[in-house]
């Protein structure tokens, strides 16, 4: 047996106390008179005899109470595997899982509520002199230092649902960087959660080998659960007034079937669409839904589920921006083309701006989701870094070369944009033998597939030669590139094997070119994405925003608003948020009083999959793990305690003590010397 402070045994010594009480407590004696001595000696004898008997029981009492009492403050204990580290002062980090996944209810109430009442109860198994560290999914600053026990129990108290949702290596991580500093001290680790099986990849969690780790599960009710994971718009450009589709991507998370799940779609607060679905267990199910009278501006999009008693995932928020042209920047050597003209002249939703090759503004590049270039016979090194730039960064780029063109300059920029670039000029009669259905250029052009299509003429044209992989839109003989489309970054290049002209061939009067060329632009939008995902994405991308020292950029929603850091790239503004927003929802970027964009954040879709990891499952992803405690309906702390001292006999103690203390009242109350009757003589 071992003592946790032995230096209270020290105490022992008010043993001496009853001791000399016992031996200097003489009673003195009543005289008493009587004519025949013999039967008074005869009863004092008795008396006295049971007087002893009782005195040195209650002397024994006394001495065993005061002993046990000593013993239980010593904190005696039979070793355990830990209990070397008895009696140093320990680091303990302890983490609170607090993702939504922690709102499940369980006989005890939600998973936080107990969380934090555990947590509580491992710190109780300490003593008063070990520091604390809290620890919870935000990875605040404020929790990256130790705390007493009452601070510990405090900053407890004041946790609250997060969205943020980490794996648990970094949550091992997060706890190791810390402990770490901790030198001499004997560190220990815990996290408490549920264990959702989304927490873990299928590598095993790597951690310090010096740090003890526990892992206590808390378990939680089964529960069915459906959620929209993602949305996506199948037109990149969206006109005033125009129809509108839209894929929703419904995800039934538990292990039976969900039956005909409410959905609404809201745009600006009206109704748009509503639905009720069916799905089958742990299956993924795309549904399109249809809507229109859209008004130009930007658009706040909700998808709305009725799905209980899981409901921290049934709002799904989006937004785009329906704008009231397309700008389309056309770059050519000096002489406009009348062909682009005319095309982009058709339908006044598309603003053409013509400029000559000399006189771009290269700063306004990232404005055009399109940029045609037509006619130029030599493109200068600036305008082919910009446009290299231009479309690395999401811009559409169309080029249709010169009659005459420098074709080792052409080469040079083509690669660079890795497209097909003109290798030599080929003439002769030849016709167009096929144009590709399944590009999404063609895609719902026609209403059913053209049997023998007139397709384009040609006198004469280039070769086109490419190292990339591209899509071809029209083919001639022999599989040979015509029109075709490549992608480069986050944007897209198409390059023509003929310039616009007659000499060439009827490419620009013939009935395609005009539905193509303005299909593509319809393509070429590149406008933000239609949300984020909090505690995912770390930061934000929009369009060029042109800021001063005395302007910031602010997101707001409701009273609520934060200034992200913002950084300029070409072609970009980035926002970081970090960890500022805590709130889904759709948020304003304003720069002073004017409205920059329009932001969606949702929470992170994997808190919503309520599978959990069994014990032997963590036992072999987490091999460091000493231990792997379930919680039950009693108190962790003696748990706790007999893992990293061993069994703990202080509570014996404390019972023995009060026991022998009982019993001293009950020699002192019921034990009687009382006299005995005088025999009389016969």
């Avoid at 029981?57 to 830990?82: D, S």
């Avoid at 991507?249 to 639905?275: R, S, T």
């Avoid at 070769?463 to 001639?476: P, V």
């Avoid at 919680?631 to 706790?640: C, D, F, I």
């Amino acid at each position: 047996m071992h003592f946790l402070y032995p230096a209270f045994l020290f105490a022992s010594a008010a043993l001496a106390i009853p001791v000399i009480i016992h031996l200097f407590n003489f009673r003195r004696y009543q005289k008493v008179y009587f004519s025949n001595v013999q039967f008074l000696k005869e009863i004092q004898e008795q008396q006295a005899s049971r007087r002893n008997l009782k005195e040195r029981l209650i002397l024994a009492t006394r001495l065993l109470a005061i002993l046990f009492l000593v013993l239980a403050f010593a904190r005696p204990y039979l070793p355990g595997n830990n209990a070397a580290n008895s009696g140093k002062q320990q680091a303990v980090s302890i983490f609170v899982d607090n993702s939504y996944s922690m709102q499940t209810l369980n006989k005890e109430g939600t998973l936080l509520d107990e969380a934090k009442r555990r947590a509580k109860e491992i710190a109780s198994a300490y003593s008063i002199n070990d520091r604390f560290q809290l620890l919870t999914q935000d990875f605040e600053g404020k929790h990256q230092r130790l705390l007493s026990r009452d601070e510990f129990n405090d900053a407890v108290d004041a946790v609250k649902i997060s969205p943020q949702s980490r794996s648990l290596q970094q949550i091992a991580d997060r706890q190791q960087s810390l402990l770490a500093e901790q030198h001499g001290d004997v560190r220990t680790a815990y996290i408490l959660s549920d264990f959702q099986k989304n927490m873990v990849d299928a590598k095993a969690i790597k951690t310090d080998s010096t740090i003890r780790y526990n892992l206590v599960q808390l378990k939680a009710s089964e529960l069915p659960n459906v959620a929209v994971d993602s949305v996506w718009m199948l037109t990149a450009v969206h006109r005033p007034g125009e129809s509108e589709k839209m894929v929703v991507k419904l995800h039934n998370y538990a292990d039976e079937k969900a039956e005909k799940i409410p959905l609404k779609l809201i745009i600006n607060n009206e109704q748009k669409a509503l639905g009720a679905y069916t799905l089958d267990p742990r299956s993924v199910q795309d549904d399109t839904l249809s809507f229109s009278g859209l008004q130009s501006g930007w658009q706040r999009g909700e998808i709305q589920l009725q799905d209980n008693p899981v409901t921290f995932d049934n709002q799904f928020y989006f937004t785009f921006n329906v704008k009231q042209q397309l700008p389309v920047l056309v770059i050519d050597g000096g002489t406009e083309n009348s062909f682009l003209k005319a095309v982009f002249g058709t339908d006044p939703f598309f603003a053409a701006k013509r400029v000559t090759d000399g006189n771009v503004d290269y700063a306004s590049l990232s404005t055009y989701p399109m940029i045609v270039v037509s006619d130029i016979k030599t493109i200068s090194t600036g305008l082919a870094q910009q446009l290299r730039a231009y479309v690395n960064n999401g811009g559409t780029l169309a080029v249709f070369p010169a009659d005459g063109a420098d074709l080792t300059n052409y080469k040079a920029f083509l690669q660079s944009v890795n497209a097909a670039w003109p290798a030599q000029l080929v003439t002769g009669d030849a016709k167009v033998s096929a144009i590709n259905l399944q590009n999404t250029v063609f895609k719902n052009m026609f209403e059913s597939n053209p049997q023998n299509p007139d397709l384009p003429a040609i006198k004469k044209y280039y070769q086109l030669s490419s190292a990339a992989r591209g899509e071809s839109l029209m083919e001639l003989p022999g599989k040979q590139l015509f029109w075709s489309g490549y992608n480069c970054g986050k944007g897209r290049v198409y390059v023509s094997a003929v310039p616009l002209n007659d000499d060439y061939s009827n490419l620009q009067r013939h009935a395609l070119f005009v539905p193509v060329m303005l299909r593509m632009a319809l393509l070429s939008g590149h406008d933000q994405p239609l949300f984020y995902t909090l505690g995912k994405d770390e930061s934000v991308e929009v369009s060029p925003v042109q800021i001063n020292d005395k302007q910031v950029l602010k997101l707001s929603k409701g009273d609520r608003a934060i200034i992200p850091d913002v950084r300029r790239q070409e072609g970009a503004t980035q926002l970081f948020v970090s960890d500022q927003l805590q709130e889904t929802g759709i948020y304003d970027l304003k720069r002073q009083d004017s409205l920059v964009s329009v932001i969606a954040f949702n929470d992170n879709r994997k808190e919503s999959d309520m599978s959990y990891l069994a014990a032997s499952d963590l036992k072999q992803i987490f091999p460091q793990a000493g231990n792997i405690l379930q919680a039950g309906p009693g108190s962790l702390a003696g748990e706790v305690a007999q893992l990293n001292f061993g069994l703990q006999l202080w509570k014996l103690c404390i019972i023995l003590a009060l026991i022998f203390l009982g019993a001293e009242i009950l020699l002192i109350r019921f034990y009687k010397t009382g006299k005995q009757q005088v025999p009389q003589a016969a």
